[in-house]
């Protein structure tokens, strides 16, 4: 997502005005616990304990208290139009959105992401919901919406096929059909996209296709995983020269052609069409060679003369003529009667 995020206040300013109202000690354990120094690592309860030699609960009770402490000061109230105006962006940004999205959104410096963080961390107005099995670190400001946008993503997944594969265009229109009831303000492409991507179960591989995450035609992990992804873009059979070609210009791994060739024998979802053409299963190809293909036309369709053979075989291999005729030759496999019809020998 494009950073485009534009405030008219400086968070890093802000929240040094509102620690000012602090402690030295709770000062420190604010700025240690959430990255607002030079050191942006947010430290846990135990290290920042062991620290100042006290346990961890005492450092989460001076949180605490530091935390009431700036929400009653004079300060926070002096700069209630910025957490206004944070409202106003996580609306505008659909009201629900991953912690990732909107961080990177407010900026793309870690300390400044901090601060904006701990400001969305101070006000009720604002609501984390931590990662879990389903879904990413989001925040909201919608109780309802945030609600149905989690129920809308865990339909959605339901309705996938495990190896399916959506275009983008096509998942945002399903995903939005289990939204009816949500106000059309929200139902833009750009929103819809974000919330998709609050989801742990559903994601896009690289060619920006949309499936189960865990999928291997979106969790891509090896070569045959890649070359799929290549055929399935052609849209037509390809030489495996060009399948390692073009893995490593659209996903810029290094595949050698003798193992891009290996890999598309191994795996069943390839059918070899041609001399080093290979095609996907999924588009109606069968295994086996020439030979093997006669066999299963003249089984289908019963006796053919030879052009009508020649006609059907040129649908499923890329092939010289010359070829299937000198298969057809074989009386081994195949026989030929009065009336010029080929039949299997059985």
Same mark, same amino acid.
């Given at each position: ?33 959430? %990255?607002?120094?030079? +050191? ?5 309860? /135990? ?8 346990? $961890? ?67 009720? =107005? ?5 990662? &879990? &099995? ?7 400001? &919608? ?9 809308? !993503? ?7 096929? +495990? ?22 303000? =929200? ?5 819809? $996209? ?10 896009? +591989? ?15 992990? %090896? ?61 109606? =190809?069968?295994? %086996?060679?020439? $030979?093997?293909?006669?066999? $299963? ?6 006796? !053919? ?15 010289? /003529? ?17 009336? %010029? ?6």
């Amino acid at each position: 997502m494009p950073k485009t995020a534009i405030v008219t206040f400086k968070p890093k300013q802000v929240n040094k005005a509102l620690l000012q109202s602090l402690s030295d000690r709770g000062k420190e354990i604010i700025t240690e616990r959430h %990255g607002l120094g030079k +050191n942006t690592e947010k430290r846990t309860l /135990e290290a920042i304990g062991k620290k100042y030699g006290i346990t $961890r609960e005492r450092v989460r009770q001076i949180e605490k208290h530091s935390i009431s402490t700036i929400k009653s000061s004079k300060e926070y109230k002096k700069y209630s139009h910025v957490f206004d105006e944070l409202h106003d962006i996580i609306k505008g940004l659909g009201a629900v959105v991953s912690e990732e999205d909107l961080l990177s959104y407010l900026s793309d410096d870690k300390e400044t992401r901090n601060h904006f963080q701990f400001l969305l961390y101070l006000d009720d =107005y604002f609501n984390k919901e931590k990662e &879990d &099995d389903l879904f990413k670190h989001r925040w909201h400001v &919608d109780p309802d919406l945030s609600s149905k946008i989690h129920e809308s !993503l865990h339909k959605l997944y339901q309705s996938l096929s +495990n190896e399916e594969l959506v275009s983008e265009p096509d998942m945002i229109k399903r995903f939005l059909r289990y939204l009816e009831d949500v106000s059309d303000d =929200y139902k833009k492409e750009e929103i819809a $996209r974000r919330w998709l991507s609050i989801s742990k179960k559903i994601s896009k +591989n690289p060619l920006g296709e949309w499936g189960k995450a865990d999928s291997k035609n979106i969790n891509t992990k %090896g070569m045959r995983d890649y070359a799929f992804l290549v055929l399935r873009k052609q849209g037509r059979p390809i030489h495996f020269r060009e399948v390692a070609k073009t893995i490593e210009e659209i996903f810029n791994k290094k595949a050698h052609v003798a193992t891009t060739h290996n890999e598309l024998i191994k795996d069943p979802r390839f059918v070899l069409v041609g001399r080093g053409l290979y095609a996907l299963k999924e588009w109606g =190809y069968t295994g %086996g060679v020439v $030979r093997d293909v006669i066999k $299963r036309i003249l089984k289908q369709k019963g006796p !053919l003369p030879a052009d009508e053979i020649i006609k059907e075989v040129l649908k499923e291999r890329f092939v010289r /003529e010359n070829t299937i005729l000198v298969n057809l030759q074989n009386p081994n496999h195949f026989v030929k009667d009065e009336d %010029g019809l080929y039949h299997v020998v059985e």
